[in-house]
């Protein structure tokens, strides 16, 4: 969600009425969610909305935003590496192209060839999924990549391994099975569930870890491109 503060609580110092802010209001129970006027959060699930960032961006940013930057985290991309993200057209993946473009990596990306130029404006370097993905990936980088990171099935985690070139890069959103690779990371889809090891020290009770999260995504991205941090917008009714 993303709004203009209204009120708060008696101790809460980190918001003011009339601050912008946007945030993944992630309760003990589910429950009324955040289509609505109004909403109500801890202060620890809200940041301030960064000013590279649209209302529907902000919205659309922090769930897909912090699923895609937990693999990122897990695997320890570097400036220098190369990177393939699999379904990198989608709204996870690419904002998880972003983030590792904006962390200084090459990116490989699968899409749909339909795609392919949405995946070079956010950085990547596209090459259309399917049989023989394997032998695509190797021609772009005959040297191997450095990390997987797989949101999308189980067919992604059976192709990465033979190209990685190092056992720990492998990290899948959506296959358990990855766990099977190694010492490859499965990281369930979501924003965290307080473990260590979370994006950016991100663990779901930080006050303002959504806009360290956010920020440096946005900051890093070249101003032509600030605009599309969050690509799809949908809306309802």
């Given at each position: 969600m993303a709004g203009v503060v209204e009120r708060v609580g008696f101790d809460v110092e980190e918001?003011?009425?009339?601050?912008?802010?946007?945030?993944y209001i992630r309760k003990d129970t589910i429950q009324f969610g955040a289509n609505a006027e109004h909403v109500s959060a801890h202060v620890r699930m809200v940041a301030r909305r960064p000013a590279g960032l649209s209302w529907e961006q902000a919205a659309g940013v922090p769930l897909a935003g912090l699923t895609a930057c937990q693999p990122i985290k897990r695997v320890a991309v570097r400036a220098g590496e190369t990177v393939l993200v699999h379904a990198a057209a989608g709204g996870v993946g690419s904002l998880?192209?972003?983030t590792a473009v904006a962390l200084g990596a090459r990116v490989i990306g699968t899409a749909a060839a339909r795609n392919h130029d949405f995946v070079r404006k956010l950085g990547a370097e596209p090459v259309t999924y399917g049989p023989g993905l394997g032998d695509r990936v190797a021609r772009l980088a005959p040297e191997g990549i450095d990390a997987a990171l797989v949101f999308v099935g189980a067919d992604a985690v059976d192709t990465s391994p033979r190209l990685l070139g190092r056992p720990d890069g492998l990290a899948s959103i959506a296959a358990p099975e990855a766990a099977e690779q190694g010492p490859a990371r499965h990281s369930p889809p979501g924003p965290g569930d307080g473990r260590p090891g979370l994006p950016w020290g991100y663990t779901g009770s930080g006050p303002g870890a959504l806009a360290t999260l956010i920020g440096r995504l946005?900051?890093?991205l070249p101003p032509g491109r600030r605009s599309r941090p969050c690509p799809h917008l949908w809306r309802q009714g």
């Open positions: 918001l003011a009425p009339g601050d912008e802010g946007f945030g998880g192209v972003q946005v900051d890093r």
